[in-house]
T-cell receptor, first 114, second 114 residues
């Protein structure tokens, strides 16, 4: 079983829809949670970074972390065609032998059509 | 502006040949990472380094090696390329501060082994 599970999709939605992307994890040692966005033939770029349980909002994007359920989500409101990309969740542990390393989900391919 | 670059962007090689992929960052980050990205597997860690002369194996290190002679560069070498190493390779870097796990990615190198 993988430490981080992410539904690969693909997910296709109409413009303006609310998108929900999710990851589950099995290791309670994860303390940092990130979402990366990757456009086709580009490197991943950081979209959201959260540390604690709860919600963090940035414009149309909201990241949600529920440590008790080992579940994280990314919500995109009023989705746009420019949001079409692969979204990867990533998680990190504080210190120890896992210092600095991230564990990634498989990525979800999202297409927002006009 | 600080950045991370990879070269070449595309490479075709033959089975058994030695191949070196370059990664150069101007962030002055101590931590550097090499990943491969394959459909259905997401990003998998190959090797990583916490500083000059430090290298460590990741989860898929067989057939790969790295060396770190300065802060800016972490070249990845495929000792004897195999068709199973056809993939997209990403280099990333991050600060050496506990709690700051954000990794910045290069644009990737698409490698084909025939």
């Amino acid at each position: 079983q993988k430490e981080v599970e992410q539904d690969p999709g693909p997910l296709s939605v109409p413009e303006g829809a609310i998108v929900s992307l999710n990851c589950t994890y099995s290791n309670s040692a994860f303390q940092y949670f990130m979402w990366y966005r990757q456009y086709s033939r580009k490197g991943p770029e950081l979209l959201m970074y959260t540390y604690s349980s709860g919600n963090k909002e940035d414009g149309r994007f909201t990241a949600q972390v529920d440590k008790s359920s080992k579940y994280i989500s990314l919500f995109i409101r009023d989705s746009q065609p420019s949001d079409s990309a692969t979204y990867l969740c990533a998680m990190g542990r504080a210190g120890g032998t896992s210092y600095g390393k991230l564990t990634f989900g498989q990525g979800t391919i999202l297409t927002v059509h006009p | 502006d600080a950045e991370i670059t990879q070269s070449p962007r595309h490479k075709i090689t033959e089975t058994g040949r030695q191949v070196t992929l370059a990664c150069h960052q101007t962030w002055n980050h101590n931590n550097m990472f090499w990943y491969r990205q394959d459909l259905g597997h997401g990003l998998r860690l190959i090797h990583y380094s916490y500083g000059v002369h430090d290298t460590n194996k990741g989860e898929v290190s067989d057939g790969y090696s790295v060396s770190r002679s300065n802060t800016e560069d972490l070249p990845l070498t495929l000792e004897s390329a195999a068709s199973s190493q056809t993939s997209v390779y990403f280099c990333a870097s991050s600060e050496s501060v506990v709690g700051t796990d954000t990794q910045y990615f290069g644009p990737g190198t698409r490698l084909t082994v025939l």
